[in-house]
């Protein structure tokens, strides 16, 4: 019985493995990791040429730090995950690098991430309940809700781990209906995401 169970086992991943080969969602994973390594990577070059040359950044951090309370940096961050991600998340874990508490602000930031996932997972379940609106965000979003359909939940683990707007994509998985419980387990990842790039960012300023 246990082997007749792990063979069926095994067929049911090698049958999800041919699908998603067959779908090109090992493809869409790779470029989506060619597309953010240069960003990146000209973030990081940008960022060293500045602190090097114009101004020093770990000083401007801490100022920041000085000058604006935690919770409106927050709150901004909160709106930018809620709205397609408008600013990119790098800039805030390096903000909370300079904080007395960085891995307690860190986890506040990831923690504002996720929520922010979930108020985008709504606006999508809202905006299929206004058909204009609808009709022009399926244009919008007509690649990431033709992902969604298909990779489902494998998606959403990309969009929470990779530079991949993670709003886009929680709202695709609104408009699309996908299981909210499903999502909130997903979505999860998003604080590995936090907690893996501040490895790197906290040495780097």
Do not use: C
């Amino acid at each position: 019985m246990k082997e007749k169970a792990k063979s069926k086992k095994k067929s049911r991943l090698r049958l999800l493995h041919q699908y998603y080969g067959y779908t090109g969602f090992y493809k869409f994973v790779w470029a989506s990791l060619r597309k953010a390594v240069l960003p990146i990577v000209l973030v990081v070059a940008a960022l060293w040429a500045i602190d090097r040359y114009l101004l020093d950044i770990e000083q401007m951090l801490v100022t920041i730090t000085e000058t604006y309370e935690p919770f409106q940096i927050i709150g901004i961050f909160f709106l930018s995950e809620s709205l397609l991600g408008l600013v990119p998340p790098e800039l805030f874990i390096a903000w909370s690098g300079k904080m007395n508490s960085p891995f307690l602000y860190l986890s506040i930031l990831a923690l504002a991430s996720y929520l922010g996932g979930i108020v985008s997972y709504f606006i999508g379940v809202g905006i299929t309940k206004i058909p204009s609106v609808h009709n022009t965000m399926e244009l919008k979003l007509a690649r990431h809700i033709k992902n969604t359909r298909k990779w489902g939940g494998f998606l959403i683990i990309v969009g929470a781990l990779l530079p991949i707007p993670f709003s886009i994509t929680s709202m695709a998985a609104g408009i699309i209906s996908f299981p909210f419980a499903s999502y909130l387990i997903f979505g999860l990842l998003r604080f590995a995401r936090f907690f893996l790039y501040a490895l790197v960012i906290f040495e780097m300023v």
